[in-house]
T-cell receptor, first 115, second 115 residues
Framework: AQKVTQAQTEISVVEKEDVTLDCVYE???????LFWYKQPPSGELVFLIRRNSFDEQNEISGRYSWNFQKSTSSFNFTITASQVVDSAVYFC????????????FGEGTQLTVNP | EPEVTQTPSHQVTQMGQEVILRCVPISNHLYFYWYRQILGQKVEFLVSFYNNEISEKSEIFDDQFSVERPDGSNFTLKIRSTKLEDSAMYFC?????????????FGPGTRLTVT
């Protein structure tokens, strides 16, 4: 069975603060893929990053960075110097090799960045 | 930049009526998906479609649901006899490789309201 847990339901920060969104996953597969999607108030789902289970290298893209740790089954997402436009629901998702093509999403974290 | 489109953006229907939600995936993509998101909840996988047949479906995707690719561009989700609990946002997605190997790109969604 595959499962994604985002324990933080809501996070509120003030602009320019750094914020980390946690994601913990469960899978029995050795080959799997992890994703982060952003859902702004307009409702669409915007792809942010994909990572496969064999690549534990952390990634940085502008103000965004991701920390993948297989030892703790975590794939955390950090926004540096947050901005009001970062306000959205962020979903972590898992696709395991033996489950075909389905993405299993976490419950999401509502991030509010206040000016 | 190519994108997935969905029509209509909002559909209101009465319980027991049939609805068809339409999607135009990205043109060179081969894998197509439907997900749904009940208001305030996580995104849930419904079905994946490849080579003109269903490749995988979830327990949510029961006999009242069907999918079709009637021509070379459209991908539809039909709900035969809608129930109140079918009210949700329905997202179409597509990818050029199997999910995991490549990210799924999501459309803007169709909000279905069943009254």
């Amino acid at each position: 069975a595959q499962k994604v847990t985002q324990a933080q339901t809501e996070i509120s920060v003030v602009e320019k603060e750094d914020v980390t969104l946690d994601c913990v996953y469960e899978t029995r597969d050795t080959t799997y893929y992890l994703f982060w999607y952003k859902q702004p108030p307009s409702g669409e789902l915007v792809f942010l990053i994909r990572r496969n289970s064999f690549d534990e290298q952390n990634e940085i893209s502008g103000r965004y960075s991701w920390n993948f740790q297989k030892s703790t089954s975590s794939f955390n997402f950090t926004i540096t110097a947050s901005q009001v436009v970062d306000s959205a629901v962020y979903f972590c998702a898992l696709c395991q090799e033996t489950s075909g093509s389905r993405l299993t999403f976490g419950e999401g974290t509502q991030l509010t960045v206040n000016p | 930049e190519p994108e997935v489109t969905q029509t209509p953006s909002h559909q209101v229907t009465q319980m027991g009526q049939e609805v068809i939600l339409r999607c135009v995936p990205i043109s060179n993509h081969l894998y197509f998906y439907w997900y749904r998101q009940i208001l305030g909840q996580k995104v849930e996988f419904l079905v994946s479609f490849y080579n003109n047949e269903i490749s995988e479906k979830s327990e949510i995707f029961d006999d009242q649901f069907s999918v079709e690719r009637p021509d070379g561009s459209n991908f539809t989700l039909k709900i035969r006899s809608t129930k109140l609990e079918d009210s949700a946002m329905y997202f179409c997605a597509s990818s050029d490789l199997l999910a995991g190997e490549r990210e799924q790109y999501f459309g803007p969604g169709t909000r279905l309201t069943v009254t």
